[in-house]
């Protein structure tokens, strides 16, 4: 995997986003990504239940368990690496949840600005 895919939005070493629920676009933990990934998995969100329920309305239930893809489901609190566009589409809808900006991916930067990113970030406080 290349160095750009394994870097945060200043350029440091992509800190862990969840193992508690697996994330990623790899499931690793991490929002580091690939080339294959369409959906840009590289914001480390931390969702609430009106992401969720807005996440639910766009066709992307998270909330629901998916035992055949080891998936437990997301409550309110959890971590978890969300595409980039949803979450910009999310902000725009006033239902964006806050981000921890050293667990998101560099990549993230090519749909979202910095400083939007930082001002929603939890761990810059």
């Not at 971590?79 to 589409?89: D, F, N, S, T």
């Amino acid at each position: 995997m290349a160095d750009k895919f394994n870097k945060n939005i200043f350029g440091e070493v992509i800190e862990t986003c969840s193992k508690e629920t697996m994330t990623g676009f790899l499931r690793n933990g991490s929002c580091e990504t690939l080339k294959d990934d369409i959906g840009s998995h590289t914001v480390c969100a931390i969702v609430t239940d009106e992401f969720l329920e807005y996440s639910k309305t766009k066709g992307n239930d998270l909330i629901t368990p998916r035992p055949e893809f080891a998936f437990p489901g997301l409550k309110d609190g959890d971590k978890w690496c969300v595409c980039a566009l949803r979450w910009l589409e999310a902000l725009r809808d006033n239902v964006a949840p806050p981000i921890v900006a050293k667990s998101t991916n560099e990549l993230a930067l090519e749909v979202i600005e910095i400083d939007i990113l930082k001002k929603h970030a939890i761990d810059l406080i």
